[in-house]
């Protein structure tokens, strides 16, 4: 049993969880991972033995329990500072913050309409106005942040991998699921995100997963 247990969602539509679980698994520490399936029963009463909000993903690392997807990724990024899981450089680190905050606060309207579901395909989906307008303005923070560490930099946000690509990773995921269009330089940030191993991982352990969640929030 490792020192560091991680308590994620299902893997199919938990996006928050895999946002924590790839920062970590980037690290290449050693941890333990336990998936509690969500919106059952005893859901609820089972996440409360791990996070204190009620909501995964939770880490455990020794006595210590972190919950919420950012305060985890920055946990990680401080315990395991050889691994560069945020830009070395201030300004970059600080842009890198930025947007990473950006995503977990907003875009609601993609999240809500485009929900996680990594293993499956729904091209054709509608999209609405407010729904277009999240997917041009994570493209244009895509742009940014690519112009930021400029040509030949590596395939992810800052050039290497940061905590930004964890927050962004899931919305590579939605954007493949549903098949939305793209200009070509977010297609290809996209395309780096899903060759990753550590996501294919992730997306044969969804299609593992028996549970079907028709109405859902993640
Ligand atoms: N702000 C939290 C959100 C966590 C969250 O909403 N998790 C969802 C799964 S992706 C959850 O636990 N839902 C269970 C519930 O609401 O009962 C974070 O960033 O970790």
């Known amino acids: 049993m490792a020192d560091l247990t991680i308590y994620l969602g299902n893997k199919n539509y938990s996006s928050w969880s895999l946002r924590a679980w790839l920062a970590l698994k980037r690290t290449t520490v050693a941890f333990d991972e336990v998936v509690v399936p969500l919106y059952q029963p005893t859901s609820r009463e089972t996440v409360l033995k791990y996070s204190p909000s009620g909501r995964l993903p939770a880490l455990k690392h020794g006595e210590l329990t972190v919950w919420d997807s950012l305060a985890i990724c920055e946990y990680i990024a401080e315990s395991f500072p050889t691994f560069d899981l945020w830009p070395k450089d201030p300004a970059m680190r600080a ?124």
């Not at 875009?107 to 729904?131: C, D, K, W, Y």
């Not at 493209?139 to 040509?151: K, L, P, T, V």
Request: aromatic share 10%; net charge negative.
């Open 95 to 218: 842009a890198a913050r930025a947007v990473s905050a950006e995503m977990h606060a907003g875009f609601q309207a993609l999240r809500q309409h485009l929900p996680m579901n990594i293993r499956s395909s729904f091209p054709g989906r509608e999209i609405t106005a407010e729904v277009q307008a999240d997917i041009n303005r994570i493209m244009s923070i895509w742009r940014d942040c690519r112009a930021r560490c400029g040509e030949g930099q590596g395939d992810f946000l800052f050039g290497h991998f940061t905590v930004a690509d964890a927050m962004y990773a899931p919305v590579a995921s939605r954007f493949r699921t549903y098949k939305i269009e793209l200009e070509r330089e977010a297609a290809a940030y996209c395309d780096a995100i899903m060759a990753m191993p550590e996501i294919q991982e992730w997306i044969t352990a969804s299609r593992n997963e028996p549970m079907v969640v028709e109405q859902f929030e993640f």
